[in-house]
T-cell receptor, first 110, second 113 residues
Framework: DTGVSQNPRHKITKRGQNVTFRCDPI?????LYWYRQTLGQGPEFLTY????????KSRLLSDRFSAERPKGSFSTLEIQRTEQGDSAMYLC????????FGEGSRLTVL | DAKTTQPTSMDCAEGRAANLPCNHS???????VYWYRQIHSQGPQYIIH???NNETNEMASLIITEDRKSSTLILPHATLRDTAVYYC??????????????FGQGTILTVHP
């Protein structure tokens, strides 16, 4: 097993465009989490899935953000109409005990 | 979840023990103490966790005071690769809230040659 995989690792986009990030968790993990990290800050919880069910969403996750985990395997995080304030590292983690994080997807909105 | 307080930064000489303190005076009875670290440009990495007994694994030791209001992460023989931000987090170990971790600012540990 190669751990949690995230793609793309880097994304530069113009304000107003839509972007989508993908996370492939460790295969046997039922729980999958999304976090966001801005420069100089610790990661902030966004949402999590138990299998395909999205069980909790942070108030940080505005209506421009949507996450899915079809069939309880990989997950996608889509940001619509991106804003400069969305620039951050988006981290995915999986685990049913301690969390295993991916390397993250860094978003830069120009 | 209970909040934690950590020093902003610490230095350690290579080969010496690094002792990273954490205060969590409002921890509740069912909350564990977790430690993660984040090396530059990488995702956080789990180190260790404990409830009230001291814990040790291949990476580190965790010492929790008897009143559980503070803890210390010990890296017994620090190397340059241990330079990272270390996060102390208190959270429930199970139930619906597990994995919803509240990261603070952490402690920037710099290991010097």
């Amino acid at each position: 097993d190669t751990g949690v995989s995230q793609n793309p690792r880097h994304k530069i986009t113009k304000r107003g465009q839509n972007v989508t990030f993908r996370c492939d968790p460790i295969s046997e993990h039922n729980r999958l989490y999304w976090y966001r990290q801005t420069l100089g800050q610790g990661p902030e919880f966004l949402t999590y899935f138990q299998n395909e069910a999205q069980l909790e969403k942070s108030r940080l996750l505005s209506d421009r953000f949507s996450a899915e985990r079809p069939k309880g395997s990989f997950s996608t995080l889509e940001i619509q109409r991106t804003e400069q304030g969305d620039s951050a590292m988006y981290l995915c983690a999986s685990g049913d005990g301690e969390l295993f994080f991916g390397e993250g997807s860094r978003l830069t909105v120009l | 979840d209970a909040k934690t307080t950590q020093p902003t930064s610490m230095d350690c000489a290579e080969g010496r023990a690094a002792n990273l303190p954490c205060n969590h005076s409002t921890i509740s009875g069912n909350e564990y103490v977790y430690w993660y670290r984040q090396i530059h440009s990488q995702g956080p990495q789990y180190i260790i966790h404990g409830l009230k007994n001291n814990e040790t694994n291949e990476m580190a030791s965790l010492i929790i005071t008897e009143d559980r209001k503070s803890s210390t992460l010990i890296l017994p023989h620090a190397t340059l690769r241990d330079t990272a931000v270390y996060y102390c987090i208190v959270a429930n170990a199970g139930g619906t809230s597990y994995g919803k971790l509240t990261f603070g600012q952490g402690t920037i540990l710099t290991v010097h040659p």
